[in-house]
């Protein structure tokens, strides 16, 4: 078979996609990603019992603001990434800008506490299952989200695995925020940082391996 006749022949059985068929998909993904995570602690651990009461200070607001801008961030980056030819530019420097100022924050208030403040500053009453739990609440958005990206075409599939994951673990986060009881800085930027890069080292490996063309 000549090559004009293998190009016409493959042309003939085309259809055209579409218009915004990647955004729409995308905002399902975020969607169910985001529903599945809040219905997960809601089943599984419950709405901290103070939520109403300290939903409108500072420091809660501050404690969801980091993962959420974090989930922005990467939803931005899992666009960019899945799409050939698109670049990250600043973006790629942004990402992880919400992280990097919480540890400035984190440092700023382990410095000015009084020396014997410190350990539960960093430790908390719930670091043994912090990260872990925030990873697992990250898992729907995840999967999710390496389901968008494998309906795409990612020339760079381990990033595009580990945006998902960065993308999953702030979804996963500011929602396990809703039962966490929480909130000094030096304690998030620890264990919420760490359960939120589980799932993007995990994103990379999974995207390396299955989101190749």
């Known amino acids: 078979m000549k090559t004009d006749e293998l190009i016409g022949l493959l ?7 579409p218009r915004q068929v990647g955004e729409r998909r995308l905002v399902v993904a975020l969607g169910a990603g985001v529903l ?12 901290r019992g103070d939520l109403a009461q300290v939903a409108g200070t500072a420091p809660f607001a501050l404690k969801v603001a980091m993962p959420l801008a974090v989930a922005a961030l990467g939803a931005a980056a899992v666009f960019r990434l899945g799409h050939p030819g ?8 942004g990402l992880g800008l919400p992280v990097l100022l919480l540890w400035v924050w984190a440092v700023w208030v382990w410095a000015g506490a009084d020396p014997a403040q410190r350990d539960s500053l960093l430790w908390g009453s719930t670091w043994r299952v912090c990260s872990i739990n925030v990873a697992i609440t990250a898992l729907p958005m995840l999967a999710l989200a390496l389901w968008y990206l494998r309906g795409l075409a990612p020339t760079r599939p381990a990033w595009a695995g580990a945006a998902a994951g960065w993308l999953a673990g702030g979804v996963g986060a500011a929602a396990y925020a809703l039962h966490c009881p929480e909130t000094d800085a030096p304690f998030l930027a620890v264990w919420y940082v760490l359960g939120m890069w589980v799932p993007t080292a995990l994103g990379a490996v999974i995207g390396h391996r299955w989101l190749r063309w």
Do not use: S
Request: glycine share 14%; hydrophobic share 65%; no cysteine.
């Open 11 to 17: 042309a003939a059985d085309t259809a055209p996609v």
């Open 36 to 47: 599945l995570g809040v219905a997960w602690v809601l089943a599984q651990f419950g709405l």
């Open 86 to 93: 698109m670049r990250l530019g600043a973006l790629g420097v």
